[in-house]
C-alpha cells in the first residue's frame, strides 16, 4: 500500500509539470468542481484507508498546494503525508464529474468556481474579456497602454531586452520581438501583438532589423472612447458624442449626432 501511494505521487508530480509552458506561465491546467470523499491510507498497520471528511471545492491540479496550505484541516493531514495528499487530490480533480482541460491566455491565473471551472482572473493589470462569466482573453483596455508585459498608465516605455541581431526572437511563447524607435539597431522589445493597443497585431513601426507585420494604434481610430486589441483586431466598444459605431471595427462621424449632441451640450462629452 505504500509503495502505491508513492508511486501514485510520483504520477502526480508528472502531471503537473505539462501544465506550465517554458516562459513559466500557466496556460494548460485540468478543473473541476470536486464533492467526494477524501481517504488516505493511514500511517499505522494495517494501513487502511481513513476518511477525513468530504471535500466540496471546485480546484485546478496548479492550485492544489495552495489550497492545502490555506485550509487548516489539510495542511495538519499533509504533516504526516503531503505527497500521497497531493496525489489523492489530483485524482479526485481528474475524476469528478465535469471535470474539464482548460485553456489560459496570457496575464491570467486558474480561478475555478462553481459553473465555471475553467475561470480565471486576470493579472499584470489586464481586463477579462468579454466581461461576463465566460471571458477569454485577457486585454489591456483604452486609456491604458501595454510595456514589458504589464498593463498601465506608463511615461514612455524603454526597452528592457538588448541582443545581438543574430539572436532576435528569442521572446517568450506569444510575444513578438520589434524594435525600438530611437534606441539603436541593438534594441528590441518583446509585444504581445495580440493585446497591445498601440501595437495591434504587429509591431508599432516597421524595422528591416527586425522584420514582423506593421501594427495599428487603436488609440488613433478617429472618434474612438473605448476599444480594446482582440486577438490582433482593434474592437472598438464606444464612440465619443458625434459619431456612431461601425461594427466593431471603428467610428463613423455622424453630423446629426453633432447636432443632437450641441443641443443638449454633449459637443465635447463622451457617451
Known amino acids: ?15 503537473l509539470a505539462p501544465f506550465v509552458a517554458a516562459t513559466g506561465t500557466l496556460s494548460v491546467d485540468v478543473c473541476g468542481e470536486v464533492d467526494a470523499e477524501l481517504k488516505l491510507p493511514s500511517l499505522l498497520p494495517p494501513f487502511k484507508p481513513k476518511s477525513f471528511g468530504i471535500i466540496k471545492e471546485c480546484l485546478c491540479i496548479s492550485t492544489i498546494p495552495e489550497y492545502i496550505e490555506s485550509n487548516l484541516l489539510l ?37 475555478c468556481k462553481s459553473g465555471s471551472p475553467c475561470y480565471f482572473t486576470c493579472t499584470d493589470g489586464y481586463s477579462a474579456y468579454p466581461s461576463g462569466a465566460y471571458p477569454t482573453q485577457c486585454v489591456c483596455s483604452y486609456p491604458y497602454t501595454e510595456c514589458n508585459g504589464k498593463c498601465g498608465t506608463f511615461r514612455g516605455c524603454p526597452s528592457t531586452y538588448y541582443a545581438k541581431r543574430e539572436i532576435v526572437g528569442k521572446c517568450s511563447e506569444g510575444y513578438t520581438a520589434c524594435g525600438v524607435p530611437g534606441a539603436g539597431a541593438k534594441s528590441w522589445d518583446c509585444i504581445d501583438t495580440q493585446t497591445d493597443l498601440e501595437s495591434c497585431g504587429g509591431c508599432p513601426y516597421s524595422d528591416l532589423s527586425y522584420p514582423s507585420p506593421l501594427g495599428k494604434d487603436c488609440t488613433l481610430i478617429s472618434g474612438v472612447s473605448d476599444v480594446a486589441c482582440v486577438k490582433g483586431h482593434c474592437v472598438v466598444h464606444k464612440c465619443i458624442s458625434g459619431y456612431d459605431l461601425k461594427g466593431t ?3 463613423i462621424y455622424s453630423e446629426d449626432n453633432v447636432v443632437l449632441a450641441a443641443q443638449y451640450g454633449l459637443e465635447h462629452n463622451q457617451l
Open 1 to 15: 500500500m505504500q509503495f502505491t501511494w508513492a508511486y501514485t505521487a510520483i504520477i502526480a508530480s508528472a502531471l
Open 75 to 111: 495542511g495538519a493531514i499533509a504533516l504526516f503525508g503531503k505527497k500521497a495528499l497531493i496525489a489523492e487530490l489530483t485524482l479526485m480533480v481528474n475524476n469528478c464529474a465535469g471535470s474539464s482541460q482548460c485553456h489560459y491566455p496570457s496575464h491570467s491565473v486558474p480561478s
Open 249 to 251: 471595427s471603428g467610428c
